[in-house]
């Protein structure tokens, strides 16, 4: 048995006496219409138990039925993996007792999956690893239990209550084998791996993949070897890490509690671990469980999956570019430094801003505006950037607006004002706004006027040949004026008066 520890050795340290090996497990949340099994609505958020049947209550007597959109998005996830599609496979029953599984076994695949030896190749600092899948197969969602008291968990609660509305939920299990050779980056090459596998997941168009939902939900499985021993060590499986830097961090940190266990005599105990995204710690939650315990059998009630050749080859003449070469294309086609397009796709804002492009914008104005000004209101208000509810249309429409002259970049920040209280189109804002850049020579010249009276050192600087003086008055008329002097006429209008 492992000793409880809260220690942690240096992450220098375990990568100088110790190999990682990591897996992942990743669920992928369908966006069928229905559930797996049955014709109850997949939807998020309904009322507690208003989206169920006999069927995926595991009522006596209920008979499931294959949906075929799930096993359509099943193919074509292992297609986009590289995997194998089984010509034949089955449905098996998974036993064990969980509160919120109402049939106390839940439908899945065993040893005969739907797609299996597959890889994909994920890319750190310009590194590429290959990680390879072992299989990826259909099963159903479990419901949701919530636990009543103090602690939120059930040891310690009050009541517990469970909502079966997901119970049902179809869902892709993809299962790696074991990512070996990492070492130090090996927390990097998890999260790598989960954030290249959404991104395929939602090109796909078969989830929504928010991690925030629950749409992708990763289980992270790591051990650790002595240095250079190449036998794998004791496992631990830590459950429902919920973004891609928890991924990256419950990595590190079981790399750095595993090497104190064993650097204390101690040793690993195979079992499941709970994620505390507050303190970025795990604890222990159950002996995890072998294969053989789940007492697996076929699905008597579910005719196996044949899928023929012709169907695959058509499914995989559906699959988009790999985002992966696309990512690459694009940062070519927009002349983008590798640093850039690393903030753009950490921002979540890549798909935004190929859109505000194709709408008209140069790429690095479609860059700014999204991850500077657009980023920042999102952080902000404490939504995802493509919520915010700003369109890429939207956006170039306001560099349209400024590459005419008609505002300019602060102005246009008003604007977007304007576009996230609802006041209508960029141009109708700055209409009604009156934000419109002055460029008439009566208005910027009387205003100038009175600048050069407040600043009589600054023009006879400029009269003396230093022009550089010349950006007080700019300023000092761009504040007169609200900033919406045409600052390029203000310059020229000043250094006629004066030289």
């Not at 058509?314 to 070469?325: A, K, S, Y």
Request: charged share 25%.
């Amino acid at each position: 048995m492992s000793a409880p520890t809260t220690d942690l050795v240096p992450f220098d340290d375990v990568l100088a006496a110790y190999d990682p090996a990591l897996g992942l497990e990743v669920h992928v949340e369908l966006n069928t219409n229905t559930k797996m099994f049955c014709g109850c609505p997949a939807t998020f958020g309904g009322d507690p138990n208003t989206q169920v049947c006999p069927t995926c209550l595991g009522l006596p007597g209920a008979m499931p039925v294959v949906n075929g959109k799930a096993v359509e998005a099943a193919i074509r996830i292992g297609l986009a993996l590289n995997c194998s599609i089984a010509e034949w496979c089955r449905f098996a029953r998974k036993n064990y007792f969980y509160p919120d599984m109402p049939k106390n076994f839940q439908t899945s695949q065993y040893d005969e999956p739907i797609a299996f030896d597959g890889y994909l190749d994920v890319d750190v600092d310009g590194e590429t690893f290959r990680v390879e899948i072992e299989r990826a197969h259909m099963e159903e969602d479990t419901g949701k239990s919530t636990h009543i008291g103090t602690s939120g968990r059930i040891h310690g609660a009050d009541y517990s209550l469970v909502d079966y509305n997901r119970a049902g939920i179809p869902l892709i299990e993809i299962v790696t084998r074991p990512i070996l050779g990492a070492g130090e980056k090996a927390p990097d090459v998890a999260r790598a791996y989960v954030q290249q596998l959404r991104d395929l997941i939602v090109a796909l168009g078969v989830s929504e993949a928010r991690m925030d939902q629950g749409n992708l939900r990763a289980d992270v499985n790591l051990s650790l070897s002595p240095k250079g021993s190449g036998v794998l060590g004791t496992r631990t499986e830590t459950k429902n890490v919920n973004s891609f830097r928890s991924v990256e961090r419950a990595v590190r940190f079981e790399m750095q509690r595993h090497a104190a266990v064993l650097n204390g005599g101690g040793s690993i105990l195979q079992e499941t671990r709970h994620w505390h995204e507050d303190t970025g710690i795990t604890t222990s939650g159950r002996e995890k469980s072998d294969a053989e315990d789940y007492r697996y059998f076929p699905e008597p009630d579910l005719v196996p999956v044949a899928p023929s050749r012709e169907w695959v080859e058509q499914l995989r003449g559906t699959l988009p570019e790999n985002p992966t070469v696309k990512r690459a294309r694009l940062q070519a086609a927009w002349g983008f430094s590798d640093l850039e397009m690393r903030d753009t796709i950490g921002a979540g804002a890549l798909g935004l801003v190929e859109e505000t492009i194709a709408a008209g914008a140069s790429p690095q104005s479609a860059r700014k505006w999204w991850l500077s000004e657009l980023a920042r209101r999102a952080n902000d208000t404490g939504v995802e950037i493509g919520e915010l509810g700003v369109s890429p249309e939207q956006v170039a429409q306001v560099q349209a607006l400024v590459d005419a002259g008609t505002i300019n970049d602060k102005l246009a920040r008003q604007v977007f004002d304007g576009l996230l209280a609802g006041e209508g189109s960029p141009a109708e804002i700055v209409e009604a706004r009156g934000l419109a850049v002055v460029s008439d020579d009566g208005a910027l010249s009387a205003a100038i006027d009175a600048a050069i009276a407040a600043n009589p050192d600054v023009a006879d600087k400029i009269r003396d040949g230093k022009v550089a003086a010349a950006g007080a008055l700019i300023g000092a008329v761009m504040k007169e004026m609200r900033g919406q002097a045409d600052a390029g006429r203000v310059r020229e209008l000043i250094l006629e008066k004066l030289t």
